[in-house]
């Protein structure tokens, strides 16, 4: 039940898909999209993003050992990976994930908004290095997730409160 929570917050909340590169902008454009999660682009200069993306990678390794061997108050193993198709890029969360050596796998957790070859369900494999995010749940509180935290601490404080209010954790 709780990483059914987990991964319907995953499949609905708007932090959960960012296009990073696809806009010069510094503002951060929202795409909306009916029946799926609302997409926030995010400029590929923006060094808050990267250096969050950059604590991601560094901190994997504990993500890989806690994904090995999950205790009974941990749930919503997820992890956030970039894709592309030559035109595009989005980073999308994956369900299900394996951390290896070389690579990461899962299941892609949203229909993709531009990227083509990529689609809701499918089983994808990407270079550790593509790893943006990822996140689980201890004791109801939050791990990771450093991407959603940035773009949480970036909202006016009526929709981090809506926010707070929408997801099956607490954020430290």
């Not at 929570?5 to 696809?22: H, P, S």
């Not at 943006?132 to 970036?154: N, Q």
């Amino acid at each position: 039940m709780k990483t059914s929570k987990v991964m319907a917050f995953v499949g609905c909340v708007c932090l959960l898909i960012i296009a990073v590169g696809c806009t010069p902008s510094t503002d951060t454009p929202v795409v909306h999209r009916n029946g799926e999660p609302d997409v926030l682009g995010v400029s590929g200069e923006d060094v808050q993003m990267n250096e969050a993306i950059a604590m991601a990678q560094r901190t994997l390794d504990g993500f890989a050992l806690a994904l090995e061997n999950p205790q009974p108050n941990q749930y919503g193993f997820s992890v956030k990976v970039r894709l592309e198709d030559g035109a595009h890029i989005e980073h999308i969360w994956l369900s299900d994930p394996v951390v290896g050596n070389e690579s990461v796998s899962g299941t892609i957790g949203n229909e993709p908004l531009d990227i083509t070859g990529f689609e809701f369900g499918q089983s994808v494999e990407v270079p550790r290095g593509s790893v943006s995010d990822w996140m689980y749940v201890e004791d109801e509180v939050l791990k990771g997730g450093v991407t959603i935290r940035l773009l949480r601490d970036r909202m006016p404080p009526e929709e981090k409160a809506a926010f707070d209010a929408s997801v099956p954790f607490l954020l430290e």
